[in-house]
């Protein structure tokens, strides 16, 4: 098979904190059924997403999703990529965010059998790389008041940071 033609990628990730991503929107999706991150900022000492949610989790709700990313970690499951055309991609695989001259092919990217989504970044071969992922901040800013007719939503903001990722990083 050919080399598939991709759209040039114009970031390079820290690959840990960039799969580590990848965990925290599958989990933030599966907890709040939230749309994956609005904004990302990934960076080797600290990373931060915004989402977008009708309320502010709870301190247990934060902590949660700190445990769930951990145990997806933990499982040290494999970090997977296979090429696709547009009309072979899985259901579950959202398409919001590609740019209006993303090619034809599509990389997606599986993190074991917990996350897919199309993405051309760098990343771990398996979570355990990772290391331990720690969430430093959390921030709420909402975006409609809440009246009886408009329930509250806003921008939820997590930072994270990675203690002790492989050595190979």
Not at 39 to 60: F, G
Not at 114 to 126: F, K, M, R, T
């Amino acid at each position: 098979m050919p080399e598939p033609i991709l759209n040039d990628h114009n970031k390079q990730e820290y690959e840990p904190a960039h799969t580590a991503e990848h965990i925290l929107n599958q989990t933030m999706v599966r907890m709040f059924g939230c749309e994956r991150s609005r904004n990302t900022h990934v960076e080797r000492k600290k990373s931060k997403l915004n989402y977008d949610l009708p309320v502010c989790p709870t301190a247990e709700q934060i902590a949660e999703v700190e445990r769930r990313v951990n145990a997806v970690i933990e499982a040290d499951m494999p970090v997977t990529m296979e090429y696709v055309t547009r009309d072979r991609i899985p259901p579950e695989v959202s398409l919001a965010k590609l740019p209006d001259d993303a090619s034809e092919t599509l990389r997606l990217v599986r993190v074991g059998d917990y996350d897919i989504c199309a993405c051309l970044g760098s990343h771990v071969e398996h979570t355990r790389e990772c290391g331990h992922f720690r969430i430093s901040s959390t921030s709420w800013t909402p975006l409609v008041p809440q009246t009886p007719q408009t329930p509250a939503t806003g921008s939820f903001r997590i930072v994270f940071r990675l203690d002790g990722p492989s050595e190979k990083y």
